[in-house]
């Protein structure tokens, strides 16, 4: 990213639920899934900013701008009788790829993860996005054999959340 251009992330609001919704339908396009997209405006205010919020929203900005965003919520690994953090959805509009904003949200979510004393951060990826695996596997997560998931935990997730990469 550089020097001149500002990178923001915060927790998203009610407020941001239209620019939720053109985040969600710009992945569903990319992944070729767009008939697949349902979602309302009103049914993210109800599910993501209600009494019983399901999910957790943070929107990079760049410059002031919307660029992309992240959807996750809590997990829990039976194994490590721990708690961790699934994402769902991870995106960054195209013309503000390679500025660094989907690290920086990768990162921020690690970062959470560490802070809420999760044990992993677990996320899935389709088998054709070359593209978004190779950048998983460079900064640490690892393929699933029996899954198309990947997850940061121990050293890689501590080292993300520290800048690390």
Known sequence: ???SSQLVIRQARAQDAPQILEF???LAEYEKLRD???ATVE??????????????VVIAERNGEPAGFALFFPSYSTFLARPGIYLEDLFVLPAQRGAGI????LRHLARLAVDRGCGRLDWSVLD????AIGF?????ARGLDDW???????ESLTALAAGKD
């Open 1 to 3: 990213m550089s020097e």
């Open 24 to 26: 969600i339908i710009a």
């Open 36 to 38: 697949e997209v349902v």
């Open 43 to 56: 049914d993210l205010e109800q599910t993501l900013f209600g009494p019983r919020p399901a999910a957790e």
């Open 102 to 105: 989907g690290l920086a949200l």
């Open 128 to 131: 054709w996005n070359e593209p």
């Open 136 to 140: 998983y596997r460079r900064i640490g």
């Open 148 to 154: 198309t998931q990947f997850r940061l935990d121990g």
